[in-house]
């Protein structure tokens, strides 16, 4: 859901890639989450993050506190966030919808605010279990 909101909300000037410490595929219920507004994520993948993908990236957001206490050494350039969400795999409905619509706020808050604290930083990795 993140990696659809941060290229909804980003646009094609920021390089937004979703990755993970674990790979179980994408959530059902995150791509319906995300059809109800519009944003299609059914042809995304569930990726592992691996050193490639982090060489290349100027600013690292964790969403979820497994991902930050685990989340790979990070090269010394790279800029790193935790925006704390709950995880709403095995959930209710309601648990999907409810952190669709955080993350969403979260990358917005993110657009108008944050980018400042990390100059022309243009490659965003979205990290999450």
């Known amino acids: 859901m993140a990696e659809g909101w941060g ?34 994520i059914s042809n995304h993948t569930s990726d ?17 506190s497994d991902a930050d206490d685990n989340c790979p050494i990070l090269p010394p350039n790279v800029k790193k966030e935790h925006w704390g969400f709950e995880d709403p795999a095995g959930k209710e409905w309601s648990e999907f ?10 990358i917005e808050n993110f657009k108008m605010i944050g980018i400042a604290k990390i100059n022309e930083t243009k490659n965003l990795t979205l990290k999450f279990p």
């Open 48 to 64: 592992l993050i691996d050193n490639h993908i982090l060489k290349q990236s100027d600013f690292v957001v964790t969403l979820c």
């Open 97 to 106: 919808q409810r952190v669709r619509d955080e993350i969403k706020l979260a």
């Open 7 to 40: 290229r909804e909300i980003l646009g094609e000037d920021w390089n937004v890639y979703s990755a993970g410490i674990e790979t179980h595929g994408v959530n059902p219920k995150a791509i319906e989450a995300m059809k109800e507004v519009d944003i299609d």
